[in-house]
């Protein structure tokens, strides 16, 4: 017997006979021949189609005669299975012994055929012959996918060189939707690095801690400043920002204005005024949130280049027709000034009057080439006013709708202290001006007490009508004696009077001085940040509110008192699922979490809840299907009220969710003030 010459070296075979005898010498003549091959035997034609099936074998050794079904239906049959219609057939039988029964082999698609009684180097000869076919039948075809898979690379290469060649003459456009993308990216780790630093605030720190803590806020907010630079001009470049117009109050965008850069004026002891001219209308419709950030980039810029004296905010209106007209902001300040010669450089892109400035007061060079290009896309200009060593004075026109008198506007921010008097109870005579100012500002009445509590009694009885709030000093009332208590719990019990502590920033977190039976409302760390004063005021001044447990340091009337609301949170980041409860526990509520949109309609189907904080990335069903699903699925009294979570900052993202919809947007990192004002919105309904 000769030796295998096939490339296969285990190969398998299929023996089909219908008497054991002949499938047995086949057999054991094939494992000899092919030592380790794998033998498959098969008794009948039905049972060789299920074994060819079953075992895919290399070469099929058929009988052409047994009962049932022969040899050649067999072999017609097993050619015309994808599955065994290339396996080589060698025809064994004694049938085949003449030419006519030969062709009929050949035409029931046998492969080659050998006749009984034959001799066994023939048989082992054709079957290595057979299989050495097979075998470059086999690479054969493992060429031609390699060759089609070349095809297909080919193919897509240049359908890349197409798109290639479209990017190219699309790059302003890509540039601009890579760089929202990444924003997006980017917002989502701030929102934890900025609302946790919020949340570390809040609790118990010594005066180092504090400052570190200040220190991580402070570089995350400067951070965001430059992603939202970046993300504006990308937006403005390709054309694809887009303005809304909604009614708002004029005193409010002022007044938030000016409370994001207080901290800033604060700590260079700079006086921050404003005034909005008689004639101009108190409620106007236009793009609040953008003109409150020019409004803020100027102001911030003001604070910068300004080390002492003031920056003042003025206010215009001209009709146009009886429907709109024009706005004209002035943003002055007492700072360094800017050289004639340089003002043309004011409104790059990337520049700076002096480069050596940006080492000093920092920057990218975007703001003020952002604000410009803001007031115009608004149908106004911008311009500047400056002499070295004695100011600027920044001008800029926008255009605004005019609603109609009673026109509906957002909730006024400054509705609960407004007109309210404060009594200032302070021992340094410069931060209770500057106190008074602030509060001034914010349309507040505050009466300048003093720097003791001699005379309390005499001066609470002066007061007509009697204050209804008193900002004192932590140190004034741990000297109080017990007859200036008296006095101050008397006016507590007579007023309702909400008594607001000032105390040293290493002792937040703990327990008031314990001066029964006074009730502290609320404890207030210094340096005072402006935005968590007024963020109280509105809390302890609002209709209704009662007293807070006495040296809790918990404001009195939490929102979730005033606004009880049943909230489920729909969120998969880990961290922002952390900043989202932490600020809601501030509020006084408890939320539930669900980290997919499918969590949310069964939290939904098993309870109802009022509101839901919709995240709109999420696995398995985002916000914006799970929405839509919410909108058709559940009957008009299980609709909650949904508000948009999204890090993106993508042209029409608010549309979309309105469109899904969605009552409200909140853009991440998201604001504990822009958070309360949104639980604010949410209507109250009957608990069910």
């Known amino acids: ?142 060429q031609q996918r390699v060759l089609e898979e070349e095809l297909v690379t080919r193919r897509r290469i240049e359908l890349e060189l197409v798109e290639a060649r479209q990017t190219a003459e699309h790059a302003a456009q890509a540039k601009s939707e890579f760089l929202a993308n990444m924003s997006h990216e980017l917002r989502t780790p701030m929102n934890g690095v900025i609302g946790l630093t919020d949340v570390l605030l809040d609790t118990e720190l010594d005066a180092e801690q504090r400052d570190l803590a200040n220190t991580i806020k402070t570089s995350g907010e400067t951070l965001l400043a430059v992603i939202n630079d970046i993300l504006d001009f990308s937006k403005i470049e390709s054309g694809k920002l887009e303005l809304e117009s909604r009614p708002f109050r004029l005193r409010d965008l002022v007044i938030h204005a000016l409370n994001l850069i207080q901290r800033q004026a604060s700590g260079k002891e700079l006086a921050l005024f404003w005034e909005i001219e008689s004639r101009t209308p108190p409620q106007v419709a236009g793009d609040e949130i953008r003109l409150r950030q020019i409004l803020s980039n100027l102001l911030s810029n003001a604070i910068k280049f300004t080390e002492r004296g003031e920056v003042r905010i003025h206010v215009a209106f001209c009709d146009l027709d009886h429907h709109n007209g024009e706005l004209h902001f002035s943003i002055s300040d007492t700072g360094i000034g800017i050289p004639k010669e340089k003002m043309n450089r004011l409104f790059r892109s990337f520049s700076q009057v002096d480069a050596s400035t940006t080492r000093q007061y920092g920057g990218t060079g975007l703001g003020l080439a952002i604000s410009k290009q803001l007031t115009e896309l608004m149908g106004g200009r911008m311009w500047v006013e400056s002499e070295p060593g004695r100011g600027s004075t920044f001008h800029f026109t926008v255009r605004v709708h005019v609603p109609p008198a009673g026109s509906p506007a957002g909730p006024a921010t400054h509705s609960a202290v407004y007109g309210r008097r404060i009594l200032l109870l302070d021992p340094d005579d410069a931060t209770r001006s500057r106190l008074a100012a602030l509060l001034t500002s914010w349309e507040m009445k505050p009466i300048e007490g003093g720097t003791t509590l001699e005379l309390i009694d005499a001066l609470l009885l002066r007061q007509q009508p009697a204050p209804e709030a008193i900002l004192l ?8 004696r017990p007859e200036q208590v008296a006095a101050l719990h008397r006016w507590q019990l007579a007023n309702s009077g909400a008594l607001l502590l000032l105390r040293p920033a290493d002792q937040r977190g703990a327990m008031a001085p314990d001066v029964a039976p006074l009730q502290v409302t609320a404890q207030i760390s210094r340096p005072v940040s402006a935005s968590n004063l007024f963020d109280i005021f509105s809390r302890v001044l609002a209709p209704g509110n009662a007293q807070a447990e006495a040296g809790t340091g918990i404001p009195a009337g939490p929102l979730a008192h005033q606004h009880p609301l049943r909230i489920l949170l729909a969120e998969d980041n880990p961290v922002n699922q952390k900043v989202a409860i932490r600020m809601l526990e501030r509020m006084g509520y408890q939320a539930t979490i669900a980290s997919t949109g499918a969590d949310v309609l069964t939290a939904l189907k098993q309870q109802f809840y009022d509101l839901v904080l919709m995240d709109l990335q999420m696995p398995v069903l985002d916000g914006l299907q799970a929405t839509r699903q919410i909108r058709s699925d559940f009957p008009a009294d299980r609709q909650p009220y949904i508000i948009a979570l999204t890090a993106s900052a993508l042209v029409g993202d608010r549309d979309k969710c309105i469109a899904a919809g969605m009552n409200d947007y909140l853009r991440k990192p998201i604001r504990e003030m822009d958070l309360r004002a949104a639980l604010g919105r949410c209507p109250l309904v009957p608990q069910k």
Do not use: H
């Open 473 to 480: 000093d932590e140190y004034l009332l741990r000297a109080a």
């Open 1 to 142: 017997m000769g030796t295998a010459t096939t490339a296969e070296a285990t190969p398998a075979f299929l023996v089909v006979d219908d008497r054991e005898e002949g499938r047995t010498f086949l057999a054991r003549l094939l494992r000899y021949q092919f030592p380790g091959a794998r033998v498959v035997e098969a008794a009948s034609g039905s049972e060789a189609l299920a074994r060819a099936a079953d075992s895919a074998p290399d070469l099929i050794l058929l009988d052409a005669l047994m009962p049932e079904m022969d040899g050649f239906e067999t072999c017609r049959k097993l050619k015309a299975q994808p599955a065994t219609d290339r396996i080589p057939v060698l025809m064994v039988s004694a049938v085949l012994t003449d030419s006519e029964n030969r062709v009929s082999g050949l035409q029931s698609g046998a492969d080659s055929y050998i006749c009984k009684p034959f001799e066994n180097d023939e048989l082992l000869a054709q079957v290595s012959a057979l299989l050495r076919i097979r075998n470059n039948e086999l690479a054969l075809r493992a």
